[in-house]
């Protein structure tokens, strides 16, 4: 991008800003509309509490053309109107080593319900738990993982509910929502209902658990994972995750195995491996080689039907992967 003046680099502020807030009005509305915000929001370090006149006609554009939006974030500018960030600026290093290549082999892959819009995997007893988002639309199922069929199935009645990551700890069946600020708890033997209801103060996206705590992600650009007890669901300590470059962004579903944890980042292809005494990256996974036939012919759209899922069996010490809406759950080895 050219340099601008100041008078000018204001005036593309004022817009930019207005873009944003804009988009925020029409995409709460939009399927998806809360999450796809979030992820423009992060692009942009602008906000705007007024509303103009170009405010109003953006909206309507942006109701048949938000794709197009995007760009505009992508060349707005920083909380200093005379500033313009430069878009091929590359964080400092933060001294932590770069995350190292680990190969992942495709071993077998299985049906899966493509009704379930995946927020949460969890394996016990081999069988396969999953907990499932989107308003009006989420439940919890218990599959059979070689045939994929459903064996018992429990649709979330509050139809403002949006379901997210699940996780099994001490007979307990925990599940996190989007933005209601809501973890439930169930029974792991009656899923029907939950027996106890949390508050929580961020968005809920991952969980996991190292054995005694839970492990919560919220998809927050500091990278945050919360430590968790379990029994009243108090935050015991807030590790970021990071990697040579920084944050890392988008923490979404996430696995413990082994000291680390493994977590999709959302609307991405890969996964990363994170060590759990320090939240350092130390590896990075690239599914797009093990999983190149099935991404060559299954339309992945853009922050909708992507990879999220990952679920460990420490009996057969099998690792598995799926996405949203997915008809397939993959097998995978990690080399």
Same mark, same amino acid.
């Given at each position: 991008?050219?340099?601008?003046?100041a008078?000018?680099g204001?005036?593309y502020? &004022?817009?930019?800003?207005c873009?944003?807030?804009?988009?925020?009005?029409v995409t709460?509305?939009q399927?998806?509309?809360q999450?796809?915000?979030?992820? =423009?929001?992060?692009?942009?370090c602008?906000?705007?509490?007024?509303?103009?006149y170009?405010?109003?006609q953006?909206?309507?554009l942006?109701?048949q053309?938000i794709?197009l939006?995007a760009?505009l974030?992508?060349?707005s500018?920083?909380?200093d109107?005379e500033k313009v960030?430069d878009?091929?600026?590359?964080p400092?290093?933060?001294?932590?080593?770069?995350?190292?290549?680990i190969?992942a082999?495709?071993?077998?892959?299985?049906?899966h319900?493509?009704?379930a819009?995946?927020?949460g995997?969890?394996?016990?007893?081999?069988?396969l738990y999953?907990?499932t988002?989107e308003?009006?639309k989420s439940?919890?199922?218990?599959?059979?993982?070689?045939?994929g069929?459903?064996?018992?199935?429990?649709?979330?009645?509050?139809?403002?509910?949006?379901?997210?990551g699940i996780n099994?700890?001490?007979g307990?069946l925990y599940q996190l929502?989007?933005? &209601?600020?809501?973890a439930f708890?169930? !029974?792991?033997?009656?899923?029907?209902?939950?027996?106890?209801?949390? !508050?929580w103060?961020t968005e809920g996206?991952?969980?996991?658990?190292n054995?005694?705590?839970? %492990?919560?992600?919220?998809?927050?650009?500091?990278?945050?994972?919360?430590f968790?007890n379990?029994? !009243? =669901?108090k935050?015991?300590?807030?590790?970021?995750?990071v !990697? &040579?470059?920084g944050?890392?962004?988008?923490?979404?579903e996430?696995?413990?195995?082994?000291?680390f944890?493994y977590a &999709?980042?959302?609307g991405s292809?890969?996964?990363?491996?994170?060590d759990a005494?320090? +939240?350092h990256?130390? +590896?990075?996974?690239e599914?797009a080689?093990?999983l190149s036939?099935?991404?060559?012919?299954?339309?992945?759209?853009?922050?909708?039907n992507v990879?999220n899922? %990952?679920?460990y069996?420490?009996?057969?010490?099998?690792?598995?992967?799926?996405?949203k809406r997915?008809?397939?759950?993959?097998?995978?080895?990690?080399?």
């Amino acid at each position: 991008m050219e340099p601008v003046v100041a008078g000018a680099g204001a005036v593309y502020c &004022n817009l930019s800003r207005c873009a944003v807030s804009a988009l925020l009005q029409v995409t709460e509305k939009q399927p998806h509309g809360q999450k796809l915000f979030a992820i =423009f929001y992060k692009l942009h370090c602008c906000c705007c509490a007024s509303v103009c006149y170009f405010c109003q006609q953006i909206k309507i554009l942006m109701k048949q053309f938000i794709p197009l939006v995007a760009v505009l974030f992508f060349f707005s500018c920083s909380n200093d109107p005379e500033k313009v960030v430069d878009p091929g600026t590359v964080p400092a290093s933060t001294g932590i080593a770069a995350p190292v290549n680990i190969q992942a082999s495709l071993i077998a892959e299985y049906p899966h319900d493509t009704g379930a819009f995946t927020e949460g995997l969890f394996i016990k007893d081999g069988k396969l738990y999953e907990g499932t988002g989107e308003q009006t639309k989420s439940f919890i199922q218990i599959s059979d993982i070689k045939t994929g069929k459903v064996e018992k199935k429990y649709p979330i009645t509050d139809p403002a509910i949006f379901g997210e990551g699940i996780n099994i700890l001490n007979g307990k069946l925990y599940q996190l929502t989007y933005q &209601n600020h809501k973890a439930f708890v169930y !029974d792991v033997k009656d899923l029907s209902k939950p027996v106890k209801t949390f !508050d929580w103060a961020t968005e809920g996206w991952g969980m996991t658990n190292n054995g005694t705590d839970l %492990i919560i992600s919220d998809g927050s650009k500091q990278g945050n994972l919360y430590f968790v007890n379990p029994e !009243d =669901f108090k935050v015991k300590k807030v590790m970021q995750v990071v !990697d &040579n470059l920084g944050p890392v962004d988008s923490i979404n579903e996430l696995e413990y195995i082994d000291g680390f944890i493994y977590a &999709n980042v959302w609307g991405s292809t890969y996964l990363v491996k994170i060590d759990a005494s320090n +939240g350092h990256v130390v +590896g990075r996974i690239e599914t797009a080689t093990a999983l190149s036939s099935f991404y060559s012919t299954y339309p992945i759209r853009e922050l909708d039907n992507v990879l999220n899922g %990952i679920a460990y069996d420490s009996s057969s010490k099998k690792v598995y992967i799926t996405g949203k809406r997915w008809p397939k759950l993959f097998e995978i080895r990690l080399n």
